[in-house]
């Protein structure tokens, strides 16, 4: 499954470098997952009546190229491979030029609300990703 994510880059996300703080983009591919989440049907909601959470435990981000005040930006995020309670998603944020600004590999896992243990993935979670 895949989602896209439009936004521009405003003051508040600029460096004294004069482009986007590396911790911005982090902020970027997390608003990219949460659209993910919506149009899977997958709402903050509906995990907690499942009694699971999800958690960010790994993001290998590359930095390629640089952002600045008023670019439009594309974040991009694909089912890439799921495990027992854990799954990585693909992401990159592109710019209005078509140009790869950063690419990221994110890992998550399901946890139980309640003992805040690894809880395998509910199948509805797992269809969404190409079988292994």
């Not at 009546?49 to 993001?59: A, H, K, L, R, W």
């Not at 952002?67 to 592109?94: F, N």
């Amino acid at each position: 499954m895949e989602a896209q994510l439009e936004l521009i880059v405003r003051s508040t996300e600029i460096d004294v470098n004069g482009h986007v703080n590396n911790a911005k983009y982090l902020e970027y591919l997390e608003w990219g997952r949460e659209e993910w989440y919506e149009r899977a049907g997958f709402h903050y909601d509906t995990f907690l009546q499942m009694g699971i959470q999800t958690v960010t435990v790994n993001i290998n981000i590359n930095y390629r190229k640089e952002c600045r005040q008023g670019d439009h930006l594309k974040v991009t995020t694909v089912s890439s491979k799921a495990g027992r309670s854990s799954y990585v998603l693909e992401q990159r944020i592109v710019n209005n030029h078509g140009e790869l600004c950063a690419d990221a590999m994110v890992t998550c896992v399901t946890m139980d609300d309640k003992s805040r243990k690894s809880r395998e993935l509910p199948s509805g979670l797992r269809a969404l990703f190409p079988e292994q």
